[in-house]
């Protein structure tokens, strides 16, 4: 089964004449995701992706015409924001945006008008969702994931890479994973996902892998004490950053002692979260508390 | 990005808001004009002269001195500017003063703390104020929170009326003043969301004895993916008060900071950058640099981080990790051959590859002839690099 998207899943990409937008289309069509069109302003009735697919104007046109119900959206930063909220106007189901250096003003404003649709929001910053073996929402390399059991959530890409391959070493496929991006304001918390993840019947364990800075993995941790019965396997990148600088990702900042990566793991143990201390030993970890 | 207080107190000008005001001069030559000047434009007989810098706690620091005649105002300019001023956020090291602002100074009956930032977990702008102004914030939470009074932002509606009457009256104010404080703290909020601050901090928030409000300290951080935005913002940037290294990584697009160990790492995605400084740290090193080459790396990107790793001479070893994904472990594997034949490079390098193309890269590696240690592994990388690291 999966979470969030599968082999029905009806993609569209916002952005798809850009440079990116049609390498990663291209990509995520050649996974075998079912990549229905995309949208740019101004260029509907034309064609992307050498013809394989339709552009149009809008993300409702989209929704009409081919039945579009996920986006994944690489519009640049300054009309990222404009893009999101098209997507959640038009009914769009799920939408995911990869696009990196939105402002945050502009994300929160996002957010709280995305919540008032009934729209799931995934990123931005983000490396998407791929749900090995059915559909590629993003631009997570394909070929390291294998089909399986384990559902993964993370706040950044490539270590969600890592993770993966790890755990393709110990003979553990994916269910789905999810890279949720690691800026301030994010459309889908690592909380929402350990909820989705608990009602797969398809997935057996969990990877959270979090960051310095932001509360998010403890509301995780405290939910998952009382609501998820599956194994939760928690990795905080970050326990050797300097308090009060930027490392890379917006949201990485350690301002307070709760924020650090060591409140987050104290925490996290203390909710039944089998925590992983070294970034090697996320895979073995896995695999022995499934066995 | 960060701005100094004097900048910080032009942009509140810009908002009508009352503010602490002064001459910020950088050369002790301008320092009796600075003198004349805020005596015949803004009445003062007595000054304050503030050092400009990008850290909190100047005042303990002794980098703020009040003075009560123009003569020790002379003399404060004097001794501030050009000081090596250590405060509890400039680390051991300080930073040399290099401007001063010379400012009137105030009758004060009542300091209050003023703030706004973005709360993440509600992913809304929260509005803060205390009657314990002119303190450390961080103390008044650990002591009396309850004096710390919050109004989230609605999105899209900024600080309403009520919520700055209701901050108002939280720092018991009354009357004209209140309604004074209430549009202040309405205006306060449309500075923050039009110039896409990050922080806006005003510590203190001063009642003067003649009863009028007035910004005496002002504190402001930039949300860095809005700057394209705000071209005026731009031009406040000091890279004085930046670390060399990190502004020559910014001019390529490298997210680079120094760090004070041996082991200088290159490796892309912030997460796994992370995950590497963490791993170099358990298996007994101590990690140089945080540095983020990025998704898009390619020979000029390894190149440019060799040389900003290298540029810190506490390095005595280098660890590239790469996770290729979209990025071709080929093409870094080229870059690095490239960057160590031209760099000369006189420290030993670890390189590990994995992801697309990660197989081509080693062979790569392994027959170009360039003395480099490669890695199976996350873990078995840091081990080798801590090991050369140490001379062993």
């Known amino acids: 089964m999966s979470i969030l998207v599968d082999k029905e899943s009806r993609i569209i990409v916002q952005g798809i004449t850009g440079s990116e937008g049609s390498f990663h289309a291209e990509q995520c069509l050649e996974y075998g995701g079912n990549v229905v069109g995309g949208v740019t302003p101004g260029k509907g009735g034309q064609t992307a992706l050498d013809g394989k697919v339709p552009v149009f104007d809008s993300c409702a046109e989209a929704r009409e015409q081919v039945g579009a119900n996920v986006s994944l959206i690489f519009v640049p930063p300054p009309f990222a924001a404009d893009a999101i909220m098209e997507a959640a106007a038009s009914g769009i189901e799920l939408i995911v945006c990869i696009t990196e ?50 559902g993964v959530i993370s706040k950044s890409g490539t270590l969600t890479y890592e993770a ?43 990877v959270m892998i979090g960051e310095i800075g932001g509360s998010m993995e403890i509301e995780a941790a405290n939910y998952a004490k009382e609501n998820v019965t599956k194994p939760v396997i928690g990795f905080i990148a970050g326990q050797t950053a300097p308090p009060g600088r930027r490392m890379g990702h917006a949201g990485a ?15 996290m143990k203390e909710c039944g979260i089998v925590v992983v201390e070294s970034p090697a030993d996320i895979g073995k970890t896995v695999s022995s508390s499934l066995a | 990005m960060k701005i100094h207080e004097f900048q910080a107190k032009e942009l509140l000008k810009r908002y009508a808001i009352p503010i602490q005001d002064g001459i910020t001069i950088d050369k002790l030559e301008q320092a009796e004009a600075a003198l004349d000047q805020v005596q015949a434009d803004l009445g003062a007989e007595q000054f304050v002269i503030k050092a400009q810098i990008h850290a909190g706690g100047r005042g303990k620091g002794g980098g703020v001195k009040f003075c009560s005649d123009r003569a020790s105002a002379f003399d404060k300019i004097n001794e501030i500017l050009g000081m090596t001023l250590i405060t509890h956020q400039t680390g051991d090291d300080g930073r040399l003063v290099k401007k001063v602002m010379v400012a009137e100074a105030l009758d004060i009956a009542q300091e209050f703390y003023v703030a706004i930032t973005l709360d993440r977990s509600s992913g809304k702008d929260i509005f ?21 009074v919050r109004e989230a932002v609605t999105p899209g509606l900024g600080l309403l009326g009520f ?60 949300d860095s993916n809005a700057l394209y935005l705000h071209p005026d913002v731009v031009e406040m940037r000091d890279l004085d008060e930046e670390d060399p290294a990190e502004v020559e990584a910014d001019k390529y ?23 590497t400084m963490d791993i170099i740290k358990q298996v007994g090193g101590s990690p140089a640099n945080f540095l983020d080459v990025g998704g898009g790396a390619n020979v000029e990107t390894v190149k440019n981080g060799f040389r900003i790793i290298l540029s810190d001479k506490n390095v005595k070893a280098v660890l590239i990790n790469i996770f290729g994904g979209i990025v071709r472990c080929d093409r870094i594997a080229n870059g690095i051959i490239e960057a160590v034949k031209e760099l000369d490079l006189n420290v030993p390098v670890v390189v590990r590859l994995a992801g697309t193309n990660a197989e081509v890269a080693k ?17 078995d990388a840091a081990h080798k690099v801590v090991a050369v690291a140490k001379g062993e």
């Open chain 1, 101 to 150: 250096g939105i402002p945050v003003a502009q994300m929160v404003e996002v957010k709280s008008y995305v919540e008032q649709t009934g729209s799931r929001f995934i990123g931005p910053n983000c490396p998407g969702v791929l749900t090995p073996g059915a559909a590629k929402v993003g631009i997570m390399p394909g070929f390291i994931a294998k089909e399986g059991r384990v």
């Open chain 1, 164 to 206: 993966v391959d790890q755990l393709v070493r110990e003979g553990l496929g994916q269910s789905t994973c999810v890279g949720i991006g690691g800026d301030p304001i994010i459309g889908t918390t690592i909380k929402e996902l350990l909820e989705m993840f608990e009602a797969d019947p398809e997935t057996d364990a969990i």
């Open chain 1, 253 to 267: 900042i350690v301002s307070g002692e709760d924020e650090s990566a060591a409140a987050k793991k104290q925490i």
């Open chain 2, 128 to 148: 803060m104020v205390s009657s314990e102004g002119g303190m450390e914030i961080e103390e008044v939470a650990k002591k009396a929170p309850e004096k710390i």
């Open chain 2, 163 to 222: 919520q700055g009457r209701r901050l108002a009256k939280a720092l018991g104010l009354e009357g004209k003043q209140a309604r004074q404080a209430a549009s202040m703290f309405q205006k306060f909020y449309t500075l923050y969301r039009e110039i896409d601050a990050s922080i806006v901090e005003i510590n203190p928030l001063v009642v003067t004895e003649q009863g009028s409000l007035v910004a005496l300290d002002a504190k402001m951080n930039f």
């Open chain 2, 253 to 275: 697009n490298l997210n680079y900071i120094k760090l004070d160990g041996e082991v200088g790492c290159m490796v892309n995605g912030a997460g796994l950058a992370m995950a």
């Open chain 2, 363 to 379: 062979e790569l590696l392994s027959n170009s002839g360039v003395s480099i240690i490669s890695a199976d592994h996350f873990e």
